[in-house]
T-cell receptor
Framework: KQEVTQIPAALSVPEGENLVLNCSFT??????LQWFRQDPGKGLTSLLL?????REQTSGRLNASLDKSSGRSTLYIAASQPGDSATYLC????????????FGKGTRLHILP | KAGVTQTPRYLIKTRGQQVTLSCSPI?????VSWYQQTPGQGLQFLFE???????NKGNFPGRFSGRQFSNSRSEMNVSTLELGDSALYLC???????????????FGEGSRLTVL
């Protein structure tokens, strides 16, 4: 059974620091992996999507990487800002057509001004 | 381009009642999926519809049901509400079958259900 784990559950860092959020999964038969951001009481906003044939994706200050062999994905945030404060979730979609998308429980990030 | 629209945004019900939530996907998107989000369990998959057919279903009791219309709009229904059904219900849409696109999901703002 596929499990998606995000550690740590919460993280506080001073503004300006670079940081890495982790997502690990147990099944390497991955179709794609997405990173989302969720603000309190809101829906999810897609940040980056990495397909199984890719190793990383970049958008602005965000970079997501995928290592299927180790079952890990990381989201790198450069030069963090208070506006980056949110919960970040990763979502795993397996290769089988009937596979459901499985979400991690997220990392709650707080950027200290 | 309009995003995913969910209605109502907030609602309060009592135990035993039933509720219907609505989701309008992004224009041109044929896949709609529903998720329940609670602090303890996180995001859990309810079901997915594609071209009016349920394509996948999560591990929820039969009280949870859904449907999709020919215009791709979707509704989910929860009957005989229980206190534990209090949650944020999120709808997501994507373009089409996985073989044809990247599978990127676009979420609505959610419907927050409180059961008293």
């Amino acid at each position: 059974k596929q499990e998606v784990t995000q550690i740590p559950a919460a993280l506080s860092v001073p503004e300006g620091e670079n940081l890495v959020l982790n997502c690990s999964f147990t099944d390497s038969a991955i179709y794609n992996l997405q990173w989302f951001r969720q603000d309190p009481g809101k829906g999810l906003t897609s940040l980056l999507l990495i397909q199984s044939s890719q190793r990383e994706q970049t958008s602005g200050r965000l970079n997501a990487s995928l290592d299927k062999s180790s079952g890990r994905s990381t989201l790198y945030i450069a030069a963090s800002q208070p506006g980056d404060s949110a919960t970040y979730l990763c979502a795993f979609e397996g290769m089988n057509r009937d596979d459901k998308i499985i979400f991690g429980k997220g990392t709650r990030l707080h950027i200290l001004p | 381009k309009a995003g995913v629209t969910q209605t109502p945004r907030y609602l309060i019900k009592t135990r035993g009642q039933q509720v219907t939530l609505s989701c309008s996907p992004i224009s041109g998107h044929r896949s709609v999926s529903w998720y329940q989000q609670t602090p303890g369990q996180g995001l859990q998959f309810l079901f997915e519809y594609f071209s009016e057919t349920q394509r996948n279903k999560g591990n929820f009791p039969g009280r949870f049901s859904g449907r999709q219309f020919s215009n791709s709009r979707s509704e989910m229904n929860v009957s005989t509400l229980e206190l534990g059904d209090s949650a944020l219900y999120l709808c997501a849409s994507s373009r089409s079958g996985r073989a044809l696109d990247t599978g990127e999901l676009f979420f609505g703002e959610g419907s927050r259900l409180t059961v008293l």
